[in-house]
């Protein structure tokens, strides 16, 4: 944060790196953004804006059944991921930064071991057990390993925000009068409403983006996801350029990222604490 | 509104520390009881189990004559001000204070009349409908106190709930407590590790050290009559002055000079377990400038002469900080107390001597002044284990009686 007396020079090297990094990450998606409105004829015409505009890939993905199925399949198990691994994980991260149970170390040391676990190593004992237990090409046959490595990421994130909750607030509320249960709910997590949402906003996105399982773990449309979908897009005909298909896609599925993004944002106010305690 | 009585309740953690040990307390219905002590004291704690909000590990703690060791906080009906306020950040000032009236079920109207009727009292009618971010510290505390006023409790309970205020706030909120407590006659037990605010606010002060309790009483009788060392060290500002002193036939060496003893404190002196080394406390006001005495006060103390250090006039009195030769006072609880007020590091060659004499005393720095002590005021103590020796039947005589 730039305060009142940071020399002009130094605000403007500032402002000029954050352009810079902003430009940098921009550029292929604006990119690909121009790519998705050309006509095949202009595709590869290396221009940045459109010379013909067109609507027509759009057109094309969601008049073929292969995308549609991969996004309805990409919202559900993105959703139900994220909901069940923040709920998990609001209780854990709870219990986490309250509490002193026997064994609190371990499940921190492990749960930061599953994080740090490279998937990739997980994809074929995953595949083996997958097809033994008939989850294989399934909604839950996803969701599970997606819960499972979302999980570390809520816990930490959330116990981070519990531990900034004061506790003096529930032995205020114990004191008034309130079950361990009302406590939680009536002071505690109306409190940790913004940690939640980060969370699931967080947990969402590693869900959505997620390619490895979902290509290794799926093999019809039964339950393949957006990013699998995407990499199995022809066109029309074997002759066909799809890439303006493929761009068309891309932009779609990036909507709903920020659809959640911006509806949870408002929702995201820092410093909701201020006032609970002394200061 | 109920009485409290702790009978022989304790606090052992579970890695062996004895927080507080077999406290023995009767609080009266409607008593204001302040419990004292430097941090680390155990009265937090002891306030926390009276809460609920801490385990009692052993004894027995009875709320209303009725045991409630193993009942929780909300089956308790006590109300508890903390001393970061705690209040609850998501919600106004109203549902903060509506908030205990809601869990306990009580309809809408009765919730909106009680916590009107808590507005009142504490000055937050224009203030119901804002949020605590946006309420100044003062504001928030007695928020905070309106939450455990409006549902009437058995008893309050108060953490330190001042510390947090500048200072001048803090006198003024001092006297807002006071009313408050005697306006709803609310049986109150407060913790303060202020000696100031513990004398000023309670029926009753405890004193506590290390868990333990080292004398309960009305804060004059502490303040005339303390029990031992630590007592008579913590209460009073400027605290009392402590000075080594050596028994000898019938006479007290010290710093000071010789002084005279009282028939009683001899034969006590001279029985042979009694202690030879003692240490000698004497507050500040009971000094005074040898000129102003008059010939019937310097016969019941002793003159002596000492350098004057400094000279703080405040008005109504003048402090006079003098320096006296020989060694300091030592003992465990006055090292504790040195060590609380972030004094140990601070030692100086020789002792100091503060003195509180009259405004029309002309002494100045650097000189050499004569100055008259009440030797009817002075307290004995044993370095040893602390006990004022000069206390028969809970009253201090000084060191002359007979």
Not at chain 2, 301 to 328: C, H, L, Q
Request: hydrophobic share 45%; charged share 20%.
């Amino acid at each position: 944060m730039a305060s009142l007396d940071t020399p002009a020079g130094a605000k403007w090297r500032w402002g000029l790196l954050d352009v810079v990094v902003v430009v940098f990450a921009l550029v292929p998606v604006l990119w690909i953004m121009s790519l998705s409105f050309k006509t095949p004829a202009t595709l590869t015409d290396g221009k940045f804006v459109p010379r013909e505009w067109t609507l027509e890939n759009y057109r094309t993905i969601f008049a073929t059944d292969q995308f549609v199925r991969a996004l309805v399949n990409s919202i559900g198990i993105a959703l139900i991921a994220t909901a069940v691994a923040v709920v998990l994980g609001t209780m854990a991260a709870y219990a986490i930064s309250r509490l002193d149970f026997p064994g609190k170390k371990l499940l921190v040391g492990v749960s930061l071991l599953i994080a740090m676990f490279p998937q990739v190593s997980l994809v074929s004992p995953l595949f083996e057990i997958e097809r033994q237990l008939g989850l294989f090409d399934t909604w839950p046959g996803l969701i599970l390993p997606y819960i499972t490595f979302a999980l570390p990421l809520a816990i930490y994130t959330l116990s981070a925000f519990f531990k900034q909750i004061p506790w003096d607030l529930e032995k205020a509320a114990k004191m008034d009068g309130a079950t361990q249960g009302q406590a939680f709910r009536r002071v505690i997590a109306p409190l940790a409403a913004p940690g939640v949402f980060t969370t699931a906003i967080l947990v969402f996105i590693f869900c959505w983006n997620d390619f490895l399982f979902a290509i290794s773990l799926t093999s019809t449309e039964r339950s393949r996801t957006v990013p699998v979908a995407l990499s199995f897009f022809t066109g029309e005909s074997q002759f066909e350029d799809p890439t303006g298909a493929i761009s068309a896609a891309a932009v779609v599925i990036t909507v709903p990222i920020i659809l959640f993004v911006l509806f949870f944002q408002r929702r995201i106010v820092s410093g909701l604490t201020s006032g609970a305690v002394k200061g | 509104m109920a009485d409290i009585v702790l009978d022989k309740v304790g606090k052992r953690f579970p890695d062996g520390t004895v927080a507080v040990s077999e406290v023995d307390l009767e609080i009266a219905d409607g008593e204001f009881v302040i419990l004292v002590g430097p941090s680390g004291c155990g009265k937090s704690t002891t306030l926390n189990m009276i809460a609920g909000l801490e385990d009692i590990s052993s004894g027995e703690l009875r709320i209303g004559g009725e045991r409630v060791n193993d009942k929780a906080p909300r089956d308790r009906d006590i109300a508890m001000v903390f001393q970061s306020y705690a209040l609850y950040p998501n919600m106004t000032v109203r549902e903060n204070m509506a908030f205990p009236l809601k869990l306990a079920k009580l309809d809408k109207a009765t919730i909106d009349r009680k916590v009107d009727e808590a507005a009142k009292v504490l000055e937050l009618t224009a203030l119901l409908d804002r949020r605590p971010a946006n309420l100044s510290g003062g504001q928030r505390q007695r928020v905070a106190m309106g939450r455990a006023i409006v549902r009437q409790p058995k008893a309050f309970l108060m953490d330190e709930p001042l510390s947090n205020l500048d200072a001048k706030l803090r006198v003024q909120m001092r006297t807002v407590v006071s009313r408050l407590q005697k306006k709803l006659g609310t049986t109150t037990v407060y913790v303060t590790h202020d000696q100031t605010e513990a004398m000023t606010l309670g029926d009753r002060v405890v004193i506590m050290r290390g868990g333990a309790v080292q004398q309960v009483g009305p804060p004059q009788e502490l303040y005339d009559h303390p029990a031992n060392l630590f007592v008579a060290g913590f209460i009073g500002s400027p605290s009392m002055n402590f000075l080594p002193a050596t028994a000898e036939q019938g006479r007290l060496r010290t710093a000071l000079g010789e002084l005279p003893i009282g028939d009683r404190m001899r034969r006590e002196l001279e029985a042979g377990n009694a202690p030879r080394e003692l240490i000698v406390g004497i507050r500040p006001e009971h000094f005074e400038d040898a000129e102003l005495v008059d010939d019937e006060t310097r016969r019941r103390g002793v003159e002596f002469a000492a350098p004057v250090d400094i000279v703080e006039s405040m008005g109504s009195d003048k402090y006079v900080y003098f320096t006296v030769e020989g060694e300091r006072a030592t003992a465990a609880e006055l090292e504790e107390l040195a060590a609380d007020s972030g004094a140990a590091e601070f030692t100086g060659a020789g002792s100091n001597l503060v003195t509180r004499l009259s405004a029309e005393s002309t002494v100045a720095e650097g000189e050499q002044r004569r100055v008259w002590c009440n030797l009817e005021k002075i307290h004995l103590f044993d370095p040893a284990n602390g006990r004022n020796l000069t206390l028969h039947e809970g009253r201090s005589a000084g060191a002359l009686a007979d």
